[in-house]
Nanobody, 119 residues
Framework: QVQLVESGGGLVQPGGSLRLSCVAS????????MGWYRQAPGKQRELVAT???????NYAFFVKGRFTVSRDNAKNTVFLQMNSLNTDDTGVYYC?????????????WGQGTQVTVSS
């Protein structure tokens, strides 16, 4: 099992910045991808950004150029630097970790952290 704990959400004005962090603990395997998803009220959960164990990144088109995902493998931590936030970025942000254990991939989720962009 893997446990994920997010931090860094909050209230920010449009144009502002926030940095989210997520620490993974437990039985972590080396081949893994960590990332962030978000869910706005009344909408489905959507991918924001992911980063693999070897540093390959993937971004949703709506955050390219504004958000940066990074990780510290030694600390099993993934970060999401969010700049130029707008009201559409409001939602609950969930940390995701999925890893290859043997012949299958297992996925884990954090409890979510609220990000509110409002003036």
């Amino acid at each position: 099992q893997v446990q994920l704990v997010e931090s860094g959400g909050g209230l920010v004005q449009p144009g502002g910045s926030l940095r989210l962090s997520c620490v993974a603990s437990g039985r972590i395997f080396s081949i893994n991808t960590m990332g962030w998803y978000r869910q706005a009220p009344g909408k489905q959960r959507e991918l924001v950004a992911t980063i693999s164990f070897d540093g390959r990144t993937n971004y949703a088109f709506f955050v390219k150029g504004r958000f940066t995902v990074s990780r510290d493998n030694a600390k099993n931590t993934v970060f999401l630097q969010m700049n130029s936030l707008n009201t559409d970025d409001t939602g609950v942000y969930y940390c995701n970790h999925h890893q290859l254990g043997g012949l299958k991939w297992d996925a884990y989720w954090g409890q979510g952290t609220q990000v509110t962009v409002s003036s």
